[in-house]
């Protein structure tokens, strides 16, 4: 009752136009701003320890302004693909423990996993594992299988008096599941919520896909007022999510902003307002329609930031800006040099390299987050779940699901002040420095050494990708362990000197290699994770302890 | 700012559980119920002077216990088809007013009046009018044409306060304009709000019309949750409904829904609920196929009120039902027999003849409107605007266009206690005589013998329908005159002792014909309504009273 009676208070002292900022500062608005497969170096801000040429491709000049006005979270980690990251943010757990670790279908009960070619199928030793291919479900549906029954945040944020509001990609369950219903997971407004892991078209001009010609699921719904016009999908969805905040902010209701853009995922169709600038410097056509989709997406958080400002709610508004996944490096309309575009990370989306699961992230909370500092501490996806509910001021709630994230508050406020406080005493003067700057446990709650798995036991696409498919990784401070099913193989790296993950130290360091293995298969047992099987015997394949064991040998 | 301060005030003070009776009771909730095609005797609750066989044929149970509680209108009038009187709810503005006057297509600057076969043409005589094709819009768009400039009143609505939601069939305007986007027209809320006029399909089997192979203008949004299950629109809809309740009435927002069925408008698609129960009464396929439509929106109501007296909110509700236009009488698919099913009245759906502009009409609000009363004073479409408003507390607003409606709110109150008092003093002792009982003018503020306009200068099908086609009307009091465009001729019928409108007395009182004829004149000039004009001269036909004179010499 506490936290709801606070929530409305704030609706109690909103009738006069000055508002009530005291309440409103017990009940910050949040946003989630959701990017789709953006990489880690597809904006101009530098989540790295040094600005890489990669991030002088794309223009994210309101990105930038944010992050200097916030915390760049330079070690922000997610699933390979998107699906397990938006059901962790949903669930607060880690995909291989709600064993959602693919990418969900648009039909019910169907395993989108691609097998090899018939030819190479002969040779793969490896079985499809029995994962949550239907989704999360917020409500229990008799004869609903394989999918797993959570209370989802934004259900909480709205009993205690919360406007929640989705816009935009859902994809947390297939059509014909409750999830498909942004309304059933705790939404008081739905606009263009869909199960699709991606939209038919991005124009205006194809009705976004509303046509005859081709299957609807992947059509974008709710946008007819803009069919025929030349709008972009990113900007119809930011004019949509602004009129979607008068009602909360003009009646003083603190609200959540889930905004999940489509873009930058495939299709890959220019944004009409950016592309030709792009042109002109030269790249070819498939990047300069990537740039202008990655551009296009900053001038929404621009267009947004405007709004909050003109409306006055920008300082009591909190935004975390993030990518579902690592950037597509497999794309061939994204132009550009396939598997090296998101160097000097390795591969891409889908894989448990660097480059698939590291992802851009900025934290603004105006007095909250001490303005343009850099954090280190590893964040992964299952944090946003109780990180969101302690911002609203929530403090007990109940939940259907064991939570696994760590909310990190604490890590976004006194954190950021001691490194504020390093830099102020020069403790911190370059971006190296920067970079390297560890924030202790006592002062962030959070480890900065705690554990970061990523688990992909599927294969991706109709044809074997060998960095991509079958895999698992843990990073634990400056090691990684990378465990491949299909070879039963293992890798180390150190990150902190290697992030290109290029040299492998599994065979000059074998005792740290056994312990990293001990941590991966203490891990994936924890989480009662799903590995593949043999098609020959049906058995799972090894634990990686078993296997350095065996190299060790 | 006065009443905007009132309903926030109901806000305030709605953080306890136990509400905020006082605060609510100046700012009710209001549900508009609108039904697609339902005809006047479409349901048990009996409008005319009688029970005639037609009210025995469908099972409305909820409606009429909800008549109990409330009121009867056994007067209310629309407009011959959707798009008009949803555009004069919308604006308050009468069709002739906003030339408005047949519905709107799915397309933009696209004419959906029709025309004759080719053979028939050569005799066709009449030339379409200008009529405004592109519907309302709630801003100025550059270059969009043919529309009409308004502010609904939804709009007023939020901007006092108001939760304002959006449920179902839109038809204000087409695809590629604002009003084609409830957020546009004043909602906070939209659940598959759409500019079609009718749904693909009513089966989850068949994803409500989202599949690839037929076009997907008229494919319900929103509704993925239950592609695949055997959820009729009707029910899914309604669970749609209550669901966006639950924030407003958990924290003692006032809201408006605007819950607007799909059904009972064709395709005539069962209802799985109640169809065997009308094929085991001997009806054909067709008949209860409609039957079961009719039932099944008549449960949504009961499942709705049931809802709500849950929330412990029905006390505080009111509840607007009513229907878009008459009972489709030229629909094959049906079943009974064609251009009778709306008898005694007169043909039905896009005719200006009763059976197509007369409706059914129930208003409930708990001690406002004396319960189990007959109110015949003619009521129509714009009068619901000012009436709305003034139901939820809000006496000054700024509109762009001009209203044409009255507000009916006394007549509601006041009238409905005279009618009472009539009643407990034996001076109403039946259906008949509750029938003939007029208020006074002094008592409801509206006149019992005010003109009723219906005015549809237009082709409807594709083939010609004498009665139904080109045609104006003008109900004053007991009299009505019938203006056919085609033909230019008049006809008067006394509707009091001829509700059938079958004896033609134009020319035995050519006294009374001319009186009609002036009055049906100035309406139409007053409106400076569109009339067909003449293929060979391209003037327009002539105004009624110019043919009176004719006749009468």
Known sequence: MKNRLKALSA???AAPLTGCVAEKEQNPNIILFLIDDMGWLDTSVPFGEEVYPFN?????????ALAEKGAIMSSAYVC????PTRTSIMSGMNAAHTRITNYTSVDRDWNPDATDTPEAQEKDVINRTEWNINGITPTKVEGLERCVHVTPFPQILKDNGYYTIHVGKGHWAPNGTPAANPYNMGFCVNVAGQVAGKPRSYYAEENYGNTQDKWNYFSVQNMAEYYGTSTHLTEALTLEAMKTLDYPIDNGIPFFLNFCHHAVHTPIHRDPRFFQKYVDRGMDEGQARFASMCEGVDKSLGDLIAYLEKKGVMDNTAIIFMSDNGGNSENLSK????????????EGKASCYEAGIRIPMVVYWKGKVAAGTRLNTPVVAEDLYPTILEMAGIEEYQTVQEIDGQSIVRLLTKGSAAVREAMDKGRITNQEEAYDFQIDQSISGIDPEREVLAHFPHQWKPYQLHDID???????????IVYRHREQTLELYNIAEDITERNDLSLSNPEKLQEMAAALTAKLEGYDALLPTFRSTGERVPMPVELATKTNK
Chains 1, 2 share one sequence.
Do not use: C, E, F, I
């Open 470 to 480: 079958y895999m698992s990784s843990l990073r634990k401070g400056d090691w990684k």
């Open 11 to 13: 609706l109690a002292l």
């Open 80 to 83: 390979p693909v998107s699906t």
């Open 56 to 64: 002088m491709r794309h223009d994210t000049p309101n990105l930038s």
């Open 335 to 346: 132009g550009g040099v396939r598997h090296t575009q998101n160097s000097p990370l390795r």
